[in-house]
């Protein structure tokens, strides 16, 4: 238990030393919080995730896991240990900054 902890934690480590994970509030860092209220709605051109989060098999992905196979969730062969990791880093920039409480 301890070594999967561990395992995961060496791992975001090494995701956010690579690919910048703080790149996108880099921009913002010097203000002191939002400059607002988020009043408009997130963009809709948001795009599904990346090759680097899921990747699509054309042949069988797994033991029995076909939509009409014993498993009906394939979907879950096609994910790794960094998916989790790599779609958080995806997402950051098209979420909606937290309001301030300092009103």
Do not use: H, W
Not at 28 to 50: E, Q, R, Y
Not at 55 to 74: H, L, M, Q, S, W
């Amino acid at each position: 238990m301890i070594r999967q902890i561990l395992l995961k934690n060496d791992i975001l480590v090494k995701l956010m030393a690579v690919r910048a994970y703080s790149a996108t509030s880099s921009s913002s860092a010097g203000s002191k919080g939002p400059s607002g209220p988020a009043t408009g709605a997130p963009p809709a051109d948001v795009p599904g995730l990346s090759t680097r989060c899921v990747t699509k098999k054309d042949g069988p992905v797994g033991p029995g896991a076909e939509r009409n196979g014993t498993y009906k969730v394939p979907e879950y062969f096609s994910y790794n240990q960094t998916s989790y990791f790599e779609a958080e880093i995806e997402m950051s920039k098209f979420r909606i900054p937290q309001p301030s409480a300092k009103n």
